[in-house]
Nanobody, 115 residues
């Protein structure tokens, strides 16, 4: 059974940094486009960044220049480096794997940006 397990969330002050990780199990990881999404209370889930199987990246405008997505196919892991965090970045962050008709989600990791 495919599993995506996120880690690295937590409480950070405004201007701080966090690095999220997502490890895939029972998945041909290198085939999948990997993405990070987030959902704040009362809001819909939104794309933060994604990275293709070839390593091409895409970012939401609200994180450009602050967040960096990367992947290590040898370790079945995708990362999200988050810098210059703002209170509005507070949300549950979810890892997503997508390939053809296959679509999988992790359980999410909470990121809270607060003084």
């Amino acid at each position: 059974q495919v599993q995506l397990v996120e880690s690295g969330g937590g409480l950070v002050q405004p201007g701080g940094s966090l690095r999220l990780s997502c490890v895939g199990a029972e998945i041909s990881f290198f085939l999948y486009r990997m993405g990070w999404y987030r959902q704040a209370p009362g809001k819909t889930r939104e794309l933060v960044a994604d990275i293709s199987s070839e390593g091409m990246t895409n970012y939401a405008d609200f994180v450009k220049g602050r967040f960096t997505i990367s992947r290590d196919n040898a370790k079945n892991t995708v990362f999200l480096e988050m810098n210059s965090l703002k209170p509005e970045d507070t949300a549950v962050y979810y890892c997503n794997a997508h390939w053809t008709s296959r679509d999988f989600w992790g359980q999410g990791t909470q990121v809270t940006v607060s003084a």
